[in-house]
């Protein structure tokens, strides 16, 4: 799996959109890129995946550069209850997931 | 629907005694199975990993041990705990082909 690295920490004012970004340099064609969040004390939470189309579900959207190397998940408008460690990983499908250090995401009334 | 149950959800238990952490998923079938453990203030560590009945692969070195006696049963053991063993585990679950991790509700193990 393709090694991704992201920052530590990030903040976001309550209803602007958080822009989580996400260095995927190494990333190989087949390999994915999936967004998970944790949120204390829980087990993360399935946010979004994609392979080289921007992706939007109902949670966020994807944008993945055109070379692949990098990405960002958008959270449009975002709220205090996504306050939480997200995580980027890319995997090659159907793949053992591991999880790296993540970006703490507070949002700040 | 498919759900991930796992139990207990907390416990203490004494250094030296066993351990042993169930979890079952309903709903599907032939599913990809994970054991992870979360350390106070740390990662996720992935420690187990299975894609069938009776295949498991053990991703940290340690005193744990899992098993997957049936194709939705996935069991975390242990003879004999230590301090360290204290943490965070889930147990989640992907169908074949995706990456899109279901997790189960957590169990906290405290050993004293």
């Known amino acids: 799996d393709a090694k991704t690295t992201q920052p530590t920490s990030m903040d976001c004012a309550e209803g602007r959109a958080a822009n989580l970004p996400c260095n995927h340099s190494?990333?190989?064609?087949?390999?994915?890129v999936y967004w998970y969040r944790q949120i204390h004390s829980q087990g993360p939470q399935y946010i979004i995946h994609?392979?080289?189309n921007n992706e939007t579900n109902e949670m966020a959207s994807l944008i993945i550069t055109e070379d692949r190397k990098s990405s960002t998940l958008i959270l449009p408008h975002a709220t205090l209850r996504d306050t939480a460690v997200y995580y980027c990983?890319?995997?090659?499908?159907?793949?053992?997931?591991?999880f790296g250090k993540g970006t703490l995401l507070t949002v700040n009334p | 629907s498919q759900t991930i149950h796992q139990w207990p959800a907390t416990l203490v238990q004494p250094v030296g005694s066993p351990l042993s952490l169930e979890c079952t998923v309903e709903?599907?079938?032939?599913?990809?199975l994970y054991w992870y453990r979360q350390a106070a203030g740390r990662g996720l560590q992935l420690l187990f990993y299975?894609?069938?009945?009776?295949?498991i692969s053990s991703e940290v070195p340690q005193n744990l041990s899992a098993s997957r006696p049936q194709d939705r049963q996935f069991i975390l053991s242990s003879k004999k705990l230590l301090l360290s063993d204290s943490g965070f585990y889930l147990c989640?679950?992907?169908?074949?082909?995706?990456?899109?991790?279901?997790f189960g509700e957590g169990s906290r193990l405290t050993v004293l």
């Open positions: 989640a679950w992907n169908p074949a082909r995706t990456g899109e991790l279901f």
């Open positions: 994609g392979l080289k």
């Open positions: 709903g599907t079938s032939n599913p990809n």
């Open positions: 990983i890319s995997i090659l499908w159907n793949y053992k997931l591991t």
């Open positions: 190494t990333i190989s064609g087949n390999e994915y």
């Open positions: 299975s894609v069938g009945i009776g295949q």
